[in-house]
């Protein structure tokens, strides 16, 4: 048991969680108190996606400048219709659309930075082989 923490550590594959590829991941947490007791805990967990989640990643990379509001307008647009297909069960039009949002996500003019036009193409394809 730590009581009165000197110190804690913590453990992540990354700082911004919502940068983490999708799979398995470890947090790790120790601490160390004034006495020098050290405690330490562990969880293992999921990352998965979703077109909702997809469509929380576009207003976040427009709200951080990642994308222009036109290109977010246009891509949210797209994840609406996934949306709905997808509660429609017309599985083979929700990886018809992923596909025509992927395409435009996947332009450097519309989603400057390479490692997240890499994280939406990763989500895009998780999504769409969930309906195969």
Known sequence: ????????????????TWRLPLGEHRLEVTATDTAGNVASAGADFTVTTSSVDLRSLVHRLRDGGEINRTSAVLLTSLLDTVRFMEQAGDHSSVERVLGVFGGIAARPAVVRDAALRELIAGDVTAIAESYR
């Not at 048991?1 to 911004?16: F, H, I, K, Q, R």
Request: negative net charge; charged residues 20%; proline residues 0%.
């Open 1 to 16: 048991m730590v009581s009165g923490a000197a110190a804690t550590e913590t453990t992540l594959d990354s700082l911004e």
